[in-house]
């Protein structure tokens, strides 16, 4: 009975840690595409208007879409392991903002 307790909890364990590294994962993907929309919000700042800044505008949109994506699938994980409450993902890592030219 002792080894079958023993066994049990290992199985627990490697499910936690799975999540744990699938939501770190997750996480970890929202601030890669987060620190390129800063970056790219940067170059738009320094950038006249001029066919570069459209091409910025178009990689920000572009770059904006993924980390929405990365967020939606950061709160999905969130979800799956019971965390309901979002407010933390809200505090720190809000939607980047739209940006129109």
């Given amino acids: 009975m002792r080894s079958r307790d023993e066994a049990h909890w290992k199985i627990e364990e490697e499910i936690r840690a799975e999540k744990a590294a699938t939501l770190g994962r997750a996480g970890e993907r929202l601030e890669a595409a987060l620190a390129e929309i800063h970056r790219l919000r ?27 994506d ?23 890592f809000p939607e980047p903002p739209t940006i129109e030219r």
């Fill in 42 to 68: 940067h170059a738009l700042d320094e950038t006249p208007a001029s066919p570069r800044r459209r091409h910025l505008l178009d990689e920000y949109r572009e770059a904006r879409a993924r980390a929405l």
């Fill in 70 to 92: 990365a967020r939606h699938t950061l709160l999905i994980q969130r979800e799956a392991i019971g965390l309901r409450n979002h407010r933390t993902v809200d505090h720190h």
